[in-house]
């Protein structure tokens, strides 16, 4: 795991910014004891609570709290750490920083770089790559179902399945390349050691992990939903209802404006991105015009259509203009609201379109990908079905759990991994011959999933990693 890396010893608030009961500075480096004992004024203790106050280097009190020693390699970083836990206020935080910063300036302590703490663990074998990356996705989670997988990746079941994985790889591997090296063993190196009905089990192993990591990966990321519908059909009540108790957990990035278009919520705790075609009109306020820029770029991406209509009058089309921008063969569910007006007679009365009764009698609509649900935003009614098929389209069984949270590059590097391998079981199809050709392929497989754990991963994969890390982690 090669990177260049400056090891000068940093610091940090690590807790959020603005005022709290507690507020967290973290400094990391290696040798740390000598400068930290002088810092507190007295010898620390490993991993005990030392109740002191906080001096700054002209004698002043600038506050008073807990002082906390851990010796490397026992710590987060693998470093020695110190941990001053002071009142939660930005002045006195800022305060408590400086001063240290302005005592640490001999031995080069600097501010730490967004996520360098968690780097410092990966590059101490503290964590590998994927359980680094879950410690942002915990941290991010915005969901209890989200937070709980990405629980489970940091406490490494995802890096268990691909240890497991890469184990059978490396074993085929060293029995291959060993026959290589004795070509006169060469001959029926496969069938002497079962080769291919190995290599069956790696791939159908790989491909339940594979199915994992996909229903992980939409529990990170979220199911991309375009609500389309005339004023007034209960767009807004249906996206309530589908919420039910569910609360985003939404905070607004700093600098970013708040859009009024695109609404997340959750279903099952998988993220749902809406964006509301009612807020996409033409406008000449700047502002609104870049939420509206995000907002088709967000539709652009749409997973599925939901077209929202009034059941006792159906309209006709979508919005011609959205559907033409919309990929082809994305799916629209045809979704007929407030059926709790409609008597039984009217269900089946003429008037409903075709749509609409074959919706109401349960039926999918005949000639495309286009299907209709009835429900009632009001009462509740149908909407079991509408989140089971949202949740279908997003490649999630509703009520089961991810086992862990995936990234995309973890489900693109799995999927690599998959193409190698069905190549050496295609060349292990063709004898003995091609043995060179089997091994390659199977060294191709090792390495795209130790890019999921971090054993081979360029810098620019890490940096980019560890950039999109909050700081003080
Ligand atoms: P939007 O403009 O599409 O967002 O529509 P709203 O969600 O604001 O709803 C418009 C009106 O229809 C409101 O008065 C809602 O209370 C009502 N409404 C929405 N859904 C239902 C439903 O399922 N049944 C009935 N009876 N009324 C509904």
């Known amino acids: 795991m090669a990177m260049s890396s400056n090891l000068d010893p940093i610091i940090a608030i690590a807790t959020a910014p603005g005022r709290g009961g507690i507020g967290v500075i973290r400094i990391s480096g290696s040798g740390l004891r000598p400068w930290a004992e002088g810092l507190c004024g007295q010898p620390l203790k490993d991993r005990h609570a030392h109740f002191l106050r906080f001096v700054d280097r002209h004698g002043e009190i600038m506050d008073e709290g807990l002082a906390l020693f851990f010796p490397g390699p026992h710590s987060y970083t693998g470093e020695d750490v110190l941990e001053l836990q002071g009142h939660g206020g930005p002045a006195v935080l800022q305060r408590v920083l400086q001063d240290c910063l302005a005592r640490g300036q001999a031995m080069g302590l600097r501010l730490a770089q967004p996520g360098e703490y968690t780097q410092r663990a990966f590059l101490n074998d503290r964590l590998d790559l994927a359980q680094a990356e879950a410690v942002a996705d915990l941290i991010e989670a915005s969901s209890l179902a ?3 997988s990405a629980m489970a990746s940091l406490s490494g079941a995802f890096s268990a399945e691909i240890q497991v994985l890469s184990g059978a790889i490396v074993q085929l591997r060293t029995l291959v390349e060993a026959t290589l090296d004795f ?3 060469e001959i029926d190196f496969l069938e002497k ?3 291919a009905e190995r290599l069956r089990a790696v791939l159908e192993h790989l491909e339940q992990v594979l199915q994992t990591a996909r229903s992980g990966l939409v529990l990170r990321e979220g199911l991309h939903v375009v609500l389309a519908g005339q004023p007034n059909v209960g767009k807004s009540s249906l996206l309530n209802a589908l919420a039910g108790d569910e ?5 607004p990035i700093a600098g970013t404006t708040r859009d009024r278009v695109v609404q997340d919520i959750h279903i099952d705790g998988v993220p749902l991105h809406v964006v509301d075609t009612a807020g996409l009109r033409e406008t000449d306020d700047p502002v609104e015009r870049l939420g509206i820029a995000r907002s088709w770029a967000e539709i652009a991406r749409a997973q599925v259509i939901v077209h929202l209509q009034d059941a006792r009058q159906p309209g006709d089309a979508l919005d011609e203009a959205i559907v033409a921008r919309l990929p082809a063969g994305t799916p629209v569910l045809n979704v007929f609201n407030k059926v709790d007006l409609l008597d039984d007679v009217a269900r089946a009365a ?6 609409a009764r074959q919706a109401v009698a349960g039926g999918p609509v005949p000639g495309g990908p286009i299907e209709a649900l009835a429900v009632s935003a009001r009462t509740g009614e149908g909407l079991d079905a509408l989140r089971t098929r949202l949740l279908q389209i997003a490649g999630r069984t509703p009520g089961s759990e991810s086992p862990w949270l995936a990234r995309a590059r973890h489900v693109q590097a799995l999927e690599a991994a998959q193409g190698h391998l069905q190549q050496a079981a295609a060349h292990a199809a063709h004898s003995d011959e091609v043995l060179d050709l089997f091994a390659e392929e199977l060294r191709l497989a090792h ?10 991963s360029s810098d620019d994969l890490l940096g980019q990693i560890f950039s999109s890390f909050c700081i003080g982690k």
Do not use: C, H, K, M
């Not at 609360?247 to 905070?251: H, L, N, Q, Y």
């Open 447 to 456: 390495e795209a999933l130790g890019e999921i754990t971090g054993e081979f």
């Open 350 to 355: 003429p008037g409903a379109s075709v749509a």
């Open 183 to 185: 070509p006169e063993e």
């Open 193 to 195: 050691y079962q080769a």
């Open 247 to 251: 609360i985003a957990i939404v905070t």
């Open 146 to 148: 989200a937070a709980r």
